[in-house]
């Protein structure tokens, strides 16, 4: 789990590792839960050790996928999880204060 900065943006990834089998058994239960809105299917990728694979969830589904656990109070590994938890907290902030910046009357955008 990791927040990777790219073009000058951040980005939320999630990073599972693990046999095929239990890659492919999480990305049934993530595909389940979050289930993907584009066109990039997240597909297990074997790494260097024949028998390890890694599957990735990024973006928008990493967020969802963070609030899903987070929601369920799921015990994590603060270690492995802080820096989506701190990325997560940043969104929703910036999500809370544009909703409760004043307005103007040139068609409801926001002022500068």
Not at 22 to 29: E, L, M, Q, R
Not at 70 to 92: A, D, F, G, Q, S
Request: hydrophobic letters at 30%; proline letters at 5%; glycine letters at 4%.
């Amino acid at each position: 789990m990791n927040v990777y900065n790219s073009k000058n943006k951040k980005f939320p990834l999630v990073c599972l590792c693990g046999t095929l089998e239990t890659a492919k058994w999480t990305k049934n239960i993530v595909d389940s839960l979050v289930p993907s809105t584009t066109r990039k299917e997240s597909i297990p990728r074997q790494l260097t050790s024949s028998n390890t694979y890694e599957i990735r969830f990024g973006g928008k589904r990493a967020l969802k996928l963070y609030e899903i656990m987070h929601n369920k109070n799921i015990p994590v590994l603060n270690c492995k999880w802080e820096p989506l938890m701190v990325y997560y907290e940043m969104k929703k902030e910036n999500l809370h204060d544009t909703r409760t910046t004043p307005r103007n009357k040139n068609n409801g955008r926001f002022t500068k």
